[in-house]
């Protein structure tokens, strides 16, 4: 079976089961090791498949809500202006990830969905109380975001690229986010 291939077998998976899945239960199902679906995980959440990991396991979102993963790089005193940005256009920033050459995919959730969201996270940064994960790789990171719309998440990408924060794909990283090489 081809890696595309088990991404397909995963995605049917997840479609046929209302109840997530465990990393370990789609990895005993397609014959590979739990990290093997982790990656693969990684890659279909970056090809705007909408799987959502919860603490019982992955589970396909089937809300409608549209999802788009965006790389980003800024300053640390940028990331206000980034999350406000997303989520006065309307969208909602689920995790933050790092892709990390040796660790691979590093991810928090965020669910940050309004300007009050926004304020208690930065209040953590700022008391001291957690970091930034991106801080890992120098500012390059990524965040998954939902919106009602196609069109707004084409808001949002355009709104961060003409804000300058979004950053252009390396060789090494497993795939292109937007359909394109930028």
Not at 56 to 83: A, P
Not at 119 to 124: A, F, G, H, L, S
Not at 160 to 171: M, S, T, V
């Amino acid at each position: 079976m081809t890696g595309e291939e088990r991404r397909t077998a995963i995605i049917e998976l997840l479609k046929c089961s209302d109840e997530p899945l465990s990393g370990t239960y789609i990895a005993k199902q397609l014959n590979v090791s739990r990290q093997i679906i982790v990656q693969d995980m990684a890659l279909l959440r970056a090809k705007n498949q909408n799987i959502q990991a919860t603490h019982k396991g992955y589970i396909i979102d089937k809300s409608g809500l549209c999802q788009r993963v965006f790389k980003m790089k800024h300053e640390e005193e940028d990331i206000r202006t980034e999350l406000d940005t997303i989520v006065d256009l309307g969208g909602a920033v689920i995790d933050v990830f790092v892709y990390h050459k040796v660790f691979n995919v590093i991810r928090a959730e965020l669910n940050i969905r309004s300007r009050r969201d926004v304020n208690k996270y930065m209040d953590q940064l700022e008391s001291g109380v957690s970091t930034t994960l991106w801080k890992v790789t120098d500012g390059y990171h990524y965040h998954t975001v939902v919106a009602d719309s196609e069109e707004i998440l084409d808001e949002i990408q355009t709104a961060l690229g003409n804000l300058g924060f979004l950053a252009k794909l390396q060789e090494y990283e497993p795939v292109d986010f937007w359909g394109q090489d930028k």
